[in-house]
């Protein structure tokens, strides 16, 4: 295991420099002190460290992980607790809780959908937005193919990063001298409703979701760079728009409707690899990345492009690579749904199966033992590179800081969830002895004022545990 961003665990590197106070004897007090202008500090510079974990770490027995634990796992905040404990080195379950119970995974949900996609998607896949001439001579069709990441960003830097430009189109269309006074949506990609049973459609204008059509600019973020901005309720009609006004057209005029088969093509961008869309879909929870993505599952795999087929190709691909996913019930790819249950067996078994050496390799020389490298790795080792950190990034980065839990700062990796009735997390640490130990942790029935402490509080204790 190497500790360190790139993948494993990251080591708080913390760079101790003298700070001076300079002070200008601007005023007759100062002058009055004698005060002198002091000479800046040298610079300091930083030097991470990033040692590899022991392969010969002890492995924790389940008696000193129930000990550990016993007092922080009984915290009535936890409510209806759930948990799995496991070691990927050796693939034994350690401890839990009603490892087995369906429950409400609110966004921990994502490591499902993460997990397919990096079964039966191809890294560097991308999705593209076309514009093809219309079926009339003045009209455009915007034709969607799946991606909300698209940006209107003068300077082409929208809330995702790399994410393809809307004047990069209009730049194809006026190089193909192209004339239209009518633009056209094409949202056929997908199909049934644009959003499942189980959201809440105030979330809307409080910034979590937009409905999920297959374009959409930032995101359907009225403010583009804010992440819980107010979102659109019609995003690929107000694409749709926005490409009309770059283009001087009358956005009064875009509707939605169909290309015709076989119509000219005119000019197209693409999004960002879906290795990159990964990671920011997990990074920072991304509800409408999530959604997208697994619709992409849905296609490479033969299922139609809605809710329900991306569950279906999802929970699929899940189960031909072996995984138990009985108990699971899922409305959506990104855990939005208050109806989706899933037991912690299922998140934590995938979290074994990434970190995990694979047939053939030696203990501890899995893809987090061996300094971030996956060729010979899982095909799920690169979903552990792409959980938040705690106190250091994404969902994570404002979290492990209180004196309770600090102690897992920098050293937990997991995927948060967050519902008024749902908490969870799941990811991985290094204990104390230098060994790798998954987690699912989920909490149902308490506001997450109160459970998320109490779940980040089991985590650092998995941290500071050398239970061998």
Not at 252 to 276: C, T, W, Y
Request: aromatic fraction near 4%; charged fraction near 20%.
């Amino acid at each position: 295991m190497w500790i360190g961003v790139v993948t494993g665990l990251v080591v708080v590197v913390v760079a101790v420099a003298a700070v001076l106070i300079v002070v200008r004897p601007w005023t007759a007090e100062f002058r009055h002190g004698g005060l002198r202008i002091a000479a800046p500090p040298a610079p300091v510079k930083p030097f991470p460290q990033l040692p590899p974990a022991s392969p010969n770490a002890p492995e924790p027995s389940p008696q000193g992980l129930a000990a550990a634990l016993g007092p922080v796992a009984g915290n009535p905040d936890l409510g209806a607790f759930t948990a799995s404990v496991s070691d990927p080195d050796s693939r034994s379950v350690l401890w839990g809780v009603d490892p087995g119970k369906p429950v409400i995974p609110a966004s921990t949900a994502k490591v499902l959908t993460a997990a397919a996609a990096l079964l039966v998607v191809p890294p560097d896949k991308r999705v593209t937005t076309k514009v093809v001439a219309g079926a009339n001579p003045n009209e455009l069709v915007l034709v969607a193919g799946g991606d909300p990441t698209l940006t209107a960003q003068a300077d082409g830097k929208g809330y995702y990063k790399n994410g393809p430009r809307l004047s990069d189109l209009v730049a194809q269309i006026r190089a193909a001298g192209r004339t239209a006074d009518t633009i056209v949506v094409d949202t056929s990609v997908y199909t049934g409703p644009a959003w499942p049973s189980g959201w809440d459609p105030a979330d809307i204008e409080g910034g979590s979701w937009a409905p999920i059509e297959p374009v959409m600019i930032d995101g359907g973020r009225k403010d583009p760079l804010v992440e819980y901005s107010p979102r659109t309720p019609t995003p690929a009609l107000d694409a749709g728009r926005r490409l009309a006004v770059e283009l001087g057209l009358d956005p009064g005029k875009v509707r939605l409707g169909r290309a015709a088969a076989g119509a000219p093509e005119i000019a197209q961008v693409q999004s960002a690899p879906m290795r990159d869309r990964l990671r920011e879909m997990m990074i920072h929870s991304d509800d409408v990345l999530a959604e997208t993505i697994g619709r992409e599952i849905a296609a490479v795999t033969g299922n139609e492009q809605s809710f329900a087929g991306a569950v279906t190709a999802m929970m699929t691909a899940l189960a031909a690579a072996g995984f138990d996913t009985a108990g699971t019930t899922m409305l959506d790819n990104s855990g939005l749904s208050t109806d989706d249950r899933t037991p912690a067996r299922l998140l934590d078994r995938i979290l074994v199966e990434a970190a995990a050496p694979q047939p053939g390799q030696q203990p501890g020389t899995s893809a987090v033992n061996t300094g971030g490298s996956t060729a010979t790795g899982s095909p799920l080792a690169p979903l552990l590179d792409y959980l938040p950190v705690a106190a250091g990034t994404g969902s994570l980065a404002y979290r492990f800081v209180t004196p309770r839990d600090h102690s897992g700062a920098g050293w937990v990796r997991a995927k948060t969830g967050t519902l008024s009735v749902s908490s969870a997390l799941a990811g991985y640490v290094l204990d104390s002895d230098g060994r790798v130990l998954t987690f699912a942790l989920m909490s149902n029935d308490r506001p997450p004022e109160a459970s998320r402490p109490a779940l980040d509080a089991i985590a650092a204790t998995l941290r500071n545990c050398g239970c061998s």
